[in-house]
Each structure stands twice: as structure tokens, then as C-alpha cells.
């Protein structure tokens, strides 16, 4: 066995990573989802082969996660992302007790046990408020790029509130307080501190146990890590990789399969 690969194939954006035998990050990408989910996680795969220089045959199992983990043809077993971002969260940091995953289109909180196992876990409901979906509002409606949006809520000095909960009609709220005067600053700081707030309520309803880590594409932006952090009154882990947690453990349970079915034909040959 030489190496396994990770797929997770999200809402918004779909990453994926090549581990080797030691369970190594060897490489990885992100395509945004603008095509169909089959073609993106064959798209992602050719990606994270050509940036490690190995051909499809290296890969000796390959497991896909995220919303369309069933679209992944060459995928040899689908995970759950909740389980997936559990284990690439405990691989990085293992006093992980809390993940919170803040993606696309949703947000979970998920509740680890002290051997490592999913105990439970909460998610938005149909409501996509507290999720990077409010932030893409921002962005469409500010004219700025998703990653600029963190930089200029930390400039805030009087955040407004942000009254809407419904994603529909935030992109209106957001112009309404641009015309009232509102300093596009303070506008954003205020969704910021909107998704804060539901997703804190969210990690509560498990139990706010540390560590927690910040996994999903939202951990990139540090407006809201600070936010979250203040809402909840502890520090969170934030890996350099946070937005691929999910592939990685995707990656890391395909290892253990590789492992397994090596194991087995080593029994048969002995
Ligand atoms: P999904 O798995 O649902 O596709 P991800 O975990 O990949 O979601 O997160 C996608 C979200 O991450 C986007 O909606 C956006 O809000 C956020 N995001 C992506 N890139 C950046 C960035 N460079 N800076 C800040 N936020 C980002």
C-alpha cells in the first residue's frame, strides 16, 4: 500500500487530500462547486494526484464525505462529515472534546467522547443563518471578496445589529444599513456576530466540553474565530487546514481500511 485519498465533497466547495502510509498530509486541493458534484470530485481527485505526482493507481483506498459523498464514483466506502471531521479534528488536536465545523451551507457541532467516538451532535436546522451562506450574502452585497470580510469586520468600532435571521433577507438588511449611513465595517461585524451567536447556541445544546476545535471554511476567516472565542469564553483550536479537516479524516479512514485489507492478504499469503 502506498497512499489513500480523502474526498469531501461539500455544498460550497469541494477539497480533497492525498495521506501516505504514516497518515501524512502529502497533498491537497479545493475547486468551488460550480459544476455538478460527480464532475467536481473527479476534477478534485485529479487535482490532489497531479500535486502529488501520482498516478490513480498509488491510491490503495479511497473514502468521500461531505453533502455529496454519493456522487463520488470512484469512492471505495462514504463517511458521514460528522464523523470525518471528528477524526481529522482529533488526528491535529487530541484533546479535542468539541468540533464545531462552520461550512457552506451548514453547521455542526459535534460532541466527542474521551475514547475519541461521536457521543452527539447538533445542526442548523433548515435555516441557513449561522453558516459561511450568511457571510456570501455579505460578500454579494458588499461587492468583496469572501476573504476580505474578516479583515474589515475586525475594524469595527460600533457594530450594528443585524435584525434578520433568514439569509433572503439579510443581502437587503445589509443595504439598508449601508443607505442609513451604516459603515460597511460595522454592518459586517454585526452578521459576524450573528453567526456567532447561533453557532455558540449550537455547541451549548451538545455541551460546551474542551477542547474545541473550529474546523469548516469559515475557521478561515479570524473576525470570526475572535467572535467565537469571546462568545464562548475559551480559546479554539484552528488548524493551518481547518477548511480540509473533513477530507483528512476521510483520508484517515481510508488508511485504516488500507491497513486492513493488507493485513488480510498478508494472512492469506502466510
Ligand atoms: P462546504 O463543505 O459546505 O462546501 P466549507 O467548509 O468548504 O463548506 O466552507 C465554505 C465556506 O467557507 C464559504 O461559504 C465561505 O463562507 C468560507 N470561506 C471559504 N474561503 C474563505 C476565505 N478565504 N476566507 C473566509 N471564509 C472563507
Known amino acids: 500500500m502506498d497512499y489513500v485519498a ?51 493507481s498509488a491510491i490503495a483506498f479511497t473514502v468521500a464525505t461531505g453533502y455529496g459523498r454519493y456522487r463520488v464514483a470512484f469512492g471505495d466506502l462514504q463517511v458521514t462529515e460528522i464523523s470525518c471531521h471528528a477524526r481529522g479534528a482529533l488526528a491535529e488536536f487530541p484533546g479535542t472534546r468539541t468540533v464545531l465545523d462552520i461550512g457552506g451551507q451548514d453547521t455542526k457541532a459535534i460532541r466527542i467522547g474521551d475514547s475519541g467516538e461521536v457521543k452527539d451532535f447538533a445542526m442548523n436546522d433548515k435555516c441557513a443563518a449561522g453558516t459561511g451562506r ?11 471578496p469572501l476573504s476580505e470580510l474578516g479583515p474589515l469586520a475586525l475594524k469595527s468600532t460600533k457594530p450594528v445589529k443585524i435584525t434578520t435571521t433568514c439569509t433572503v433577507f439579510a443581502e437587503s438588511e ?13 454592518v459586517l461585524m454585526g452578521m459576524h456576530h450573528s453567526i456567532a451567536t447561533r453557532c455558540a447556541s449550537l455547541v451549548r445544546r451538545v455541551g460546551l466540553a474542551p477542547e474545541i476545535t ?27 487546514q481547518a477548511q480540509f479537516m473533513g477530507a483528512i479524516g476521510a483520508g484517515l479512514y481510508a488508511l485504516d481500511h488500507a491497513r486492513a485489507g493488507r493485513q488480510q492478504r498478508e494472512e492469506v499469503v502466510r
Open 6 to 56: 480523502g474526498i469531501d465533497v461539500g455544498s460550497t466547495q469541494a477539497k480533497g487530500v492525498i495521506l501516505d502510509e504514516q497518515g501524512t498530509l502529502v497533498s491537497k486541493a479545493i475547486i468551488d462547486m460550480e459544476t455538478n458534484m460527480g464532475t467536481a470530485a473527479e476534477e478534485i481527485f485529479q487535482r490532489v494526484l497531479e500535486s502529488a505526482n501520482l498516478q490513480a
Open 134 to 144: 450568511f457571510l456570501g450574502a455579505a460578500s454579494f452585497a458588499l461587492e468583496m
Open 214 to 240: 473550529f474546523t469548516g471554511g469559515v475557521s478561515r476567516n479570524h473576525a470570526m474565530v475572535a467572535l467565537l472565542q469571546e462568545v464562548l469564553g475559551t480559546p479554539l483550536n484552528v488548524s493551518a
Open 174 to 186: 445589509i443595504i439598508g444599513h449601508l443607505a442609513k449611513g451604516h459603515r460597511p465595517e460595522d
